[in-house]
């Protein structure tokens, strides 16, 4: 078991509702629309993207580019916050946010904040500092390289292990080997594919490995009710859903749902 002292981020019950970009099956990603929603419904954790502009500004935005969301193929690197905030996004022409901007607005919400690039580490740092919320932050990323920068430079924010651990723990399985040491959570896919084969990554054997490690398990993005309850009955200590009013029918029956 890690002797890392737990984060006040995990101040809540288990299993923790976690509404992924806002809600991607009922509203328009990173958006303040999104967010709203998910907040309306009682969410008080919400999982954002972030990217950097040319000038270092820190947005919330998924994609490299603005193409999927847009028709246009600027990418966020090379634009600068003016230019972005121009940019409308989707059908409804929202506007990109800033994350300094989605911190002030619920200033006593959870931010689950998956860094997208390494070049945004630093920028996210000053402004976690300047709006004091790395109490109430989770920084993650796919690369283990990010994520090893992000605990020099964020070490106030709850840790999350990169795609190389994470994969280290399903090997360690019941052993007891594996990452756990710095971090405080990891966020696995239910289930992975591997060429032609669909592995299932969080298991009971999983979940045990990882609770061992001193690891929470926050699974992403799950939007099947039977997963969202198979994901319950195997402990996990929460699930990242872009369907976050489904999850909320789903713990209000199984009598585990609190809101903010």
Partial sequence: MSDRP????????????????????????????????????GYRYLDVDVRVSADGVVVAFHDEDLRRLTG???????????????????????????????????????????????????????????TSAASRVCVAAFSDRTTARLRRAIPDAAQSVGRVGTGLRWLAGLAGLGPGSGADV??????????????????????????????????????????????????????NTGSPTLLRDVLTEAGLWVGS
């Fill in 186 to 239: 990891m966020h696995p896919p239910l289930r992975q594919e591997l060429g032609p084969f669909t592995v299932t990554v969080v298991t009971e054997r999983f979940v045990r490995s990882a609770h061992k490690a001193g690891l929470r398990v926050l699974p992403w993005t799950i939007d099947d009710p039977a997963d969202m309850a198979h994901l319950i009955g195997l402990g996990v200590d929460g699930i």
């Fill in 72 to 130: 246009r193929p600027e990418r966020i690197a090379d634009l600068t916050w003016k230019e972005l905030s121009e940019v409308e996004l989707g059908a409804e022409r929202a506007p990109i946010l800033r994350l300094d901007e989605l911190l002030d607005r619920w200033d006593e919400h959870r931010f689950l904040i998956e860094i997208k690039t390494l070049r945004a580490v630093d920028p996210l740092a000053e402004v976690l500092r300047s």
């Fill in 6 to 41: 737990t984060h006040p981020f995990f101040d809540h019950p288990t299993p923790i509702p976690i509404a992924h970009q806002g809600g991607t099956t009922e509203r328009l990603e990173n958006t303040l629309d999104a967010f709203a929603h998910a907040v309306a419904l």
